[in-house]
């Protein structure tokens, strides 16, 4: 059974820094090709950043220069440090699992097989 579970979320100020985590289990995570999304109220869910299994990056542009993923495979872990927080970063923010070829597009949410069930970041301003 596959379980992908994200921690680290939290109410913080604007500026401020949150280091995301997502746990996986019941899969070979050395395998797939990861990535964080997020979903604020109201919106459609949206992409933030796709980790490949080499740990090579993809970001959005709105997270770009902000945020930084990464992955550790032998813990198999997932990451998402996030820096300089803004209000609009408030969101459900989900990690997600995809067997996927190493150069395919990573911003499509329909192509990721596994999520967790997210974990809130509010900022505030």
């Known amino acids: 059974q596959v379980q992908l579970v994200e921690s680290g979320g939290g109410l913080v100020q604007a500026g401020a820094s949150l280091r995301l985590a997502c746990a996986a289990s019941?899969?070979?995570?050395?395998?797939?090709?990861m990535a964080w999304f997020r979903q604020a109220p109201g919106k459609e869910r949206e992409f933030v950043a796709g980790?490949?299994?080499?740990?090579?990056?993809y970001y959005a542009d709105s997270v770009k220069g902000r945020f930084t993923g990464s992955r550790d495979n032998a813990k198999n872990t997932l990451y998402l440090q996030m820096n300089s927080l803004k209000p609009e970063d408030t969101a459900v923010y989900y990690c997600?699992?995809?067997?996927?070829?190493?150069?395919?597009?990573?911003?499509?949410?329909?192509?990721?097989?596994?999520w967790g069930q997210g974990t809130q970041v509010t900022v505030s301003s």
């Open positions: 980790i490949r299994w080499s740990g090579s990056t």
């Open positions: 997600a699992a995809a067997r996927l070829g190493y150069y395919s597009d990573l911003r499509q949410s329909q192509d990721y097989t596994y």
């Open positions: 019941g899969l070979a995570f050395g395998a797939y090709q």
